[in-house]
T-cell receptor, first 110, second 117 residues
Framework: EDQVTQSPEALRLQEGESSSLNCSYT??????LFWYRQDPGKGPEFLFT???AGEEKEKERLKATLTKKESFLHITAPKPEDSATYLC???????????FGTGTQLKVEL | GAVVSQHPSWVICKSGTSVKIECRSL??????MFWYRQFPKQSLMLMAT?????????EQGVEKDKFLINHASLTLSTLTVTSAHPEDSSFYIC?????????????FGPGTRLTVL
């Protein structure tokens, strides 16, 4: 059974304090690894898709990386507006379904 | 690009009534749309996969007669919660896969908060 595990469950950072969120996955035949941001009461907002080990993608203060077993979302010099829940998901095999992790709730304080 | 809308954004209904939620892809065609349910402080739970022009595929434990899904066009899917009860109260989110894109990336709508009294 495909599994995606995220850690930590919650993370509190000071503004400017860089850190990383982890997403470990166990799937058969990874097709893509996805990162989303979700604000309270809203749908997930697409951030990145990674396809193969060694791939990296960046967007503003965020950088996502992928290995054969896990993905990291690095947040550099975060700001309070980066506070949100970050979701990781994997698609595998022949279907289109995503398997989601339970998310990391990030709070960035002044 | 890749914008998905949902309507309504919130709805309150009486127990026993039916509620329809619309999901539209605004700037791309979506052969596949997905319906999720999310409980407070939990991740997304896939309810069903909707393919344009064919019957939806429901996940195990999801009652297909209670959650009716129609995907009549490449830009519209609807979820109807029939004979709603308080336990159906939840946050419902749809997503759409861009048929022209090279990836499995799903783009999500803003969600619909359903409260059944």
């Amino acid at each position: 059974e495909d599994q995606v595990t995220q850690s930590p469950e919650a993370l509190r950072l000071q503004e400017g304090e860089s850190s990383s969120l982890n997403c470990s996955y166990t799937v058969s035949g990874l097709r893509g690894l996805f990162w989303y941001r979700q604000d309270p009461g809203k749908g997930p907002e697409f951030l990145f898709t990674l396809y193969s080990a060694g791939e990296e993608k960046e967007k503003e203060r965020l950088k996502a990386t992928l290995t054969k077993k896990e993905s990291f979302l690095h947040i550099t010099a975060p700001k309070p507006e980066d506070s949100a829940t970050y979701l990781c998901a994997a698609s595998a095999g022949g279907g289109n379904k995503l398997t989601f992790g339970t998310g990391t709730q990030l709070k960035v304080e002044l | 690009g890749a914008v998905v809308s949902q309507h309504p954004s919130w709805v309150i209904c009486k127990s026993g009534t039916s509620v329809k939620i619309e999901c539209r892809s605004l700037d791309f065609q979506a052969t596949t749309m997905f319906w999720y349910r999310q409980f407070p402080k939990q991740s997304l739970m896939l309810m069903a996969t909707s393919n344009e022009g064919s019957k939806a595929t429901y996940e195990q434990g999801v009652e297909k007669d209670k959650f009716l899904i129609n995907h009549a066009s490449l830009t519209l899917s609807t979820l109807t919660v029939t004979s709603a009860h308080p336990e159906d109260s939840s946050f419902y989110i749809c997503s759409a896969r861009d048929a022209s894109g090279p990836t499995d990336t799903q783009y999500f709508g803003p969600g619909t908060r359903l409260t059944v009294l």
